[in-house]
């Protein structure tokens, strides 16, 4: 027997986030494989996985599983582009502005998407703002709308805070004798940020990174309403409601492309630590 | 080292804000437009504003309907967080404590539409269970923006309860307080700030939710999901009227408890 058997009282205070992270997040999740393997008749079943590789479909889900990997990474990727030099202005700033950067980071993330999505249309419509304001100085209107550009567009624009808020959070705290140490030791500019402050950021990145990723390989319908583009959460979204079992079928395969993501980033994430050791 | 940035950069980011303020900007000069359009600017009007408050109930029930759920899930989940992170703290043993927190973890990680569905799937099954087949509504959908905010409200107290002194609360009992008594004297008002910002954090995000509530609320209809019924047709700028609104009141109350921390930290700086 264990003989540093858990208090009771303090068992006693856990119980109540036990049970609730058992009902309902660990039986969720084992609901939606149980729902994937279930068939019209209540029993176990492959029907849904053999309908979405079906010859006949095969080809059409295959490449919107792609899309939804491609467009993910790629709003990802140009997030970190354009949040690591922010971050870094951030955190270059005097204390005061830093708190009201910080603020002004944090507003946006509470504007409903749906509405922002609405906005960012009329912004790219082929008679929007910008078309309009082209119009106006004489030059030919842009096709924006509907284009896979679109679809980035608002991806970024509705998940970019989430990759600034955790690098500049890490570079806040960098340790300034560091990069002063690399100048007196004649690094330039740029040897300073490539050997110190981007290793350093590394941990930032990494999380601000997978709160990117993650919410876009799943989006739905910004990409579609700017876009046109559909991917794997816009068929979840539009099945799911009337036809559970599929639903729970492509949730299913959605998951599973996360998590292998996930752990890709991993070993990524531990290859890279093991770079600062050498 | 000197903190300095050169005009480039503020240019650039510059550049970011005007990106991430455009469509906000949009919404807000588009919520003063007579004409019935979101995309047509006619002339300056408080029309839509006025009709929000007088004739367009179906909004102002949604809005009720927000407000109400918002309120309700801040609460319980505060309370439940609370708790919970009060029980983590007292784990004494490094792996039960790894666990909790990895279980924690585990709504952060995974992406809105997969728990909105997850939610969704359980709450069928258990309807199932009762033979009862329309159990989507108010009380599933507060079940789940709870789970959704639980791993926010425990990550703002727990910190606060490793800064504070377990030998005051100790302390406080060898006086004579009872353990319960000791709790509520000592440790909560050490905490009360990580509340309160749990409170905002849960308040906040559960204002806002669109995916989760889309799979969970079934007939309930909130604010998001008012607006996502107007999308599809034509959204009219009583919509960007209310969003402006509420934008306006999340900026003040975002700014409030941001002026408020600002005072603490001086206040702290000064005793120490």
Wanted: aromatic share 12%.
């Amino acid at each position: 027997m264990n003989k540093r058997k858990l208090p009771f009282g303090t068992a006693l205070l856990n119980a109540p986030f036990t049970l609730w992270t058992v009902i309902f997040i660990l039986a969720p999740l084992v609901l939606v494989a149980y729902f994937a393997f279930t068939g019209n008749d209540g029993r176990f079943s492959l029907q849904w996985f053999e309908y979405i590789f079906d010859p006949a479909r095969r080809e059409t889900y295959l490449r919107m599983f792609g899309d939804s990997l491609l467009y993910g990474a790629l709003a990802t990727g140009i997030s970190l582009l354009l949040a690591f030099p922010l971050a870094h202005f951030m955190a270059q700033s005097k204390q005061s502005v830093q708190r009201v950067l910080m603020l002004l980071i944090m507003v946006p993330m509470w504007m409903n998407f749906l509405i922002a999505t609405n906005a960012w249309r009329y912004i790219l419509e082929h008679n929007g703002l910008i078309n309009n304001l082209l119009a106006g100085i004489g030059l030919p209107r842009l096709g924006m709308i509907n284009t896979p550009g679109a679809a980035i567009l608002g991806m970024v624009y509705n998940f970019v805070p989430f990759m600034i808020l955790p690098i500049y959070t890490v570079m806040a705290r960098l340790n300034v004798q560091l990069v002063e140490a690399a100048q007196d030791l004649g690094a330039s500019r740029w040897e300073v940020l490539r050997r110190v402050i981007v290793p350093l950021s590394m941990p930032g990145v990494m999380s601000g990174v997978i709160m990117v990723f993650v919410p876009s390989v799943s989006v739905f319908f910004i990409n579609d309403r700017l876009g046109g583009v559909r991917l794997i959460g816009d068929v979840i979204n539009d099945r799911v409601l009337n036809e559970t079992n599929l639903g729970a079928a492509f949730s299913l395969i959605l998951m599973l492309i996360i998590l292998v993501c996930m752990l890709v980033l991993n070993r990524m994430g531990d290859r890279e630590k093991g770079a600062f050791v050498n | 080292m000197k903190k300095k940035n050169g005009i480039l950069s503020t240019v650039y980011a510059g550049l970011i804000f005007l990106f991430l303020y455009l469509p906000i900007a949009v919404i807000v000069v588009f919520s003063f437009n007579s004409g019935r359009t979101t995309s047509n600017f006619e002339s300056f009007s408080f029309y839509w504003y006025m009709r929000l408050f007088t004739t367009n109930f179906e909004a102002q029930a949604a809005l009720r309907n927000t407000l109400i759920l918002a309120l309700s899930t801040a609460v319980i989940t505060v309370l439940l967080g609370t708790l919970a992170a009060v029980g983590i703290d007292r784990l004494r043993r490094k792996f039960t404590e790894r666990i909790a927190l990895g279980a924690n973890n585990i709504p952060l990680m995974s992406p809105e539409i997969v728990m909105g569905i997850s939610m969704m799937m359980l709450f069928i099954f258990g309807g199932a269970l009762f033979n009862q087949q329309f159990v989507l509504g108010f009380s599933t959908v507060l079940l789940a923006h709870i789970t959704m905010c639980l791993p926010y409200v425990i990550l703002s107290v727990l910190p606060k309860l490793r800064q504070t002194d377990p030998h005051l609360a100790e302390a406080a009992q060898d006086l004579g307080c009872s353990q319960v008594m000791a709790f509520f004297r000592v440790t909560l008002p050490s905490i009360s700030t990580g509340i309160a910002s749990a409170f905002l954090i849960t308040f906040t995000l559960s204002l806002d939710n669109f995916v989760i509530s889309r799979f969970t609320a079934g007939p309930f209809t909130t604010l998001p999901l008012h607006i996502f019924g107007q999308i599809r047709m034509l959204v009219r700028p009583d919509m960007y009227a209310l969003t402006t609104l509420i934008f306006v009141m999340m900026f003040l109350l975002l700014l409030g408890s941001n002026l408020l921390q600002a005072r603490a930290a001086k206040r702290q700086n000064k005793q120490t």
